[in-house]
Each structure stands twice: as C-alpha cells, then as structure tokens.
C-alpha cells in the first residue's frame, strides 16, 4: 500500500491480533488465493474480504462493516417491494373495473 508519509509506518500483524476470530480468518484467507468470511469485533458484524496478488506473494485484505456493505443491497430491495406492491394493485384494480 502506498502512504506518502514515510512516519506512518503500519506494522500490524493480522496473525497475531487481539481479535481470535479475525486472526483465524486470516489465517484461513492466506491457504486460498480468494477468500470471504465473517467476525465480530466491539459487537459490530464485520466482513473480510481477501485476494491473492497475482504474481507476487502479497494478499490484499478488506475488512468492511456488515451494516455499510448490505445497505444499498438493504435499498434497493425495499425499493423492488414497494414497486411490486404498487404494480399488484394496480393489477387489481384494473380486474376489478372489468
């Protein structure tokens, strides 16, 4: 990752954590060259996400709240519901004029 502050240097070790759980995910996503899982972390659901570098002995990881992942999914799932509540009665009330 490239930081154009040579001061902020982050050496954490994903393998040894506080968090057991994400630990053990890591250690799960570094035996595939994909990988997905979920942990808990401050009582908040958390995803991880991680790919191997092609080429090179690197993983990118990306870890992302639950929450802020699903909302748009969460969206637009609402959204396809209203529309197909208005679309059935809509349908009704033309097989009723009829």
């Known amino acids: 990752m490239f930081q154009q502050d040579k001061n902020i240097i982050d050496e954490t070790n994903l393998l040894k954590g506080s968090n057991n759980e994400f630990s053990g995910l ?8 994909s990988f ?3 942990f808990k972390e401050n009582d908040e659901t ?3 996400f991680s790919s191997r570098v092609e080429g090179t002995d ?4 990306l870890e992302v709240l639950t929450k802020e992942y ?4 969460n ?21 009723l004029s009829s």
């Open 58 to 61: 690197w993983y990118m990881f």
């Open 26 to 33: 890591v250690k799960q996503a570094l035996a595939k060259d």
């Open 36 to 38: 997905f899982g979920q």
């Open 75 to 95: 969206a637009l799932l609402y959204l396809i519901i209203g529309v197909s509540i208005f679309a059935i009665s809509c349908l009704d009330d033309s097989n």
């Open 70 to 73: 699903t909302s748009s999914l």
């Open 46 to 48: 958390k995803m991880l």
